[in-house]
């Protein structure tokens, strides 16, 4: 069966990216908590963290940089790093990603459109 976020890591279909590096990909969420939410996924396909905890570790500081980047370009004021690990705890998408979502003071001071986002994180 097809995996969506494996496709989408090697550009077989499109997705906003916004950043890469040589362990994964950083791209909006098709359904964003709030705007500039993100997943980072990796090139590796691991359902999850059972499945997954080495890979996890080294996405670490890749997650990291885009938490930074996410808070910096859209001017957050905080950030949620959710990993949702298992169907009980709420995967719907069973290649592993972390959540990263800024969260605002000020939810008028935030870019409102897609385009926006995109343009302010790839600034
Ligand atoms: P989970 O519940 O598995 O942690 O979250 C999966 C996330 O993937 C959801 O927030 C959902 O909106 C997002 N998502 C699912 N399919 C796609 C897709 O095709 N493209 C993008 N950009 N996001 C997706
Ligand atoms: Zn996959």
């Keep these: 069966m097809t995996c969506i976020f ?3 890591a ?3 279909i499109p997705a906003n990216r916004v950043a890469e590096d040589e362990v994964g990909v950083a791209f909006l969420d098709a ?5 500039g939410h993100t997943l980072v996924v990796p ?3 691991v359902s999850d963290l059972g499945d997954g905890s080495e890979v996890f ?3 670490a500081p890749f997650v990291t940089r885009v938490a930074q980047q996410v808070v910096d370009k859209l001017g957050a004021d905080g950030v949620n790093l959710v990993v949702n690990s298992g169907a009980i705890a709420g995967q719907e998408v069973f290649h592993l990603h972390v959540h990263v979502i800024p969260r605002y003071a000020d ?3 935030v870019p409102s ?3 926006g986002v995109l343009e302010a994180l790839r600034a």
């Design 6 to 8: 494996c496709a989408i």
């Design 57 to 59: 570790v080294r996405m």
């Design 107 to 109: 939810p008028d001071a």
């Design 113 to 115: 459109s897609v385009d």
């Design 10 to 12: 090697s550009g077989e």
């Design 31 to 35: 359904k964003p908590k709030s705007p």
């Design 43 to 45: 090139f590796e396909h």
